[in-house]
């Protein structure tokens, strides 16, 4: 008779080389320390969230995130500006012309038809 072990016939597990598993600290940032808080649930201090807003102030962090956000923006030069609309212009030229040729075409392709 045969050995089934030399066969790779054993469980799929003996077959397996050992793989290490990653300390804690490599897997901290893909799991939960908790479950997630519901929508419906307030997040006060008691809850161990941050305290919510007014209106007012969340008007003025949002227009302080933008104003933050706008500084960051990098804008593009007077020649790269130019440069931009030329090559959308041209694009726009051609792309009309081949919609044309085709309305052309299928036009007579039309009269052919019907007469």
């Excluded at 893909?30 to 307030?42: D, H, I, L, Q």
């Excluded at 007012?56 to 500006?81: D, N």
């Excluded at 052309?104 to 009269?111: E, G, T, Y």
């Amino acid at each position: 008779m045969s050995d089934s072990r030399a066969l790779g016939g054993g469980s799929p597990e003996e077959n397996l080389p050992a793989v290490p598993t990653p300390p804690a600290a490599a897997r901290g940032d893909r799991t939960k320390s908790g479950t997630t808080r519901k929508r419906g649930v307030a997040s006060g201090p008691e809850s161990g969230g941050a305290r919510r807003h007014g209106l007012f102030s969340r008007i003025r962090i949002f227009i302080s995130q933008v104003i933050a956000e706008m500084k960051k923006v990098t804008y593009p030069s007077k020649s790269e500006t130019w440069t931009y609309f030329v090559v959308v212009v041209v694009f726009v030229a051609v792309i009309m012309a081949y919609t044309g040729l085709l309305d052309l075409a299928f036009d007579k392709l039309n009269s052919l038809i019907f007469g």
